[in-house]
């Protein structure tokens, strides 16, 4: 397994439209829907970050990479189901991780928000007495390590928004390990938590038995860069 991060920064308007030129159009046109400027950088890094790793690990050229989704939305890599890999962004940050297994990552940039709704309508039970047990202090903090250990959960296994929060437990006892629960029973998935900088949290979810503690940073402009010249090849 190998974990990315790409901490995002300004792009001028001409690169912009300049990348967007370089991926598939359906995705290009995703982009180009967003009206925040922020929300198509995040995107198109993700997007041309996959499509460099592919382009790095399987040498396949940018023209014949082509992704699928699965039933749930879940993107793979058409012909190579040995390649997993999952995205996501919050703030400056755009995440990925690879394995040969399903995975699932998600981060999310702490923000003080009255997270208690959040918690009685998507939480368990077992997950409100963890968060109530802390100190006040670290509430908010501890809400953000269980949410992104349950969506990166929810997108390990693939299914979107047709696994209800709700229906399974994250545990994370005194010792820091990291458990699913559906039903009383462990399954067999693989968590680790992560604090990227101090106001963000991230989560990987593998169905392999170990996660890396290694967190690749990639430089934005060389990763802009190291696509362009991909792309004339």
Known sequence: MEIYTVKTLDISKEKLDKLCLLIDSGKRYRIEKFINKKDKIRALIGEILIRTLVAEKLNISNNHIIFKKN????????????????ISHSGDFVVCAIDDKPVGIDIEQIKHIAYEGIVKSFFSASELDNIAKEDSNVQLSKFYEIWTLKESYIKCCG???????????????Q?????VIIHHEHKEHTFKSFDVEPDY????????KEISNNIIMIDQNILIDNYFRFCLE
Not at 159 to 173: A, E, N, R, T
Not at 175 to 179: A, Q
């Open 71 to 86: 039933q749930y939305g879940k993107p793979y890599l058409k012909e190579h189901p040995e390649f997993s890999f999952n």
């Open 159 to 173: 299914q979107g928004l047709s696994m209800p929060l709700k229906s399974f437990s994250i545990d994370v006892d």
């Open 175 to 179: 010792y820091e390990n990291i458990k």
């Open 201 to 208: 949290k991230m989560a990987v979810c593998s169905l392999n």
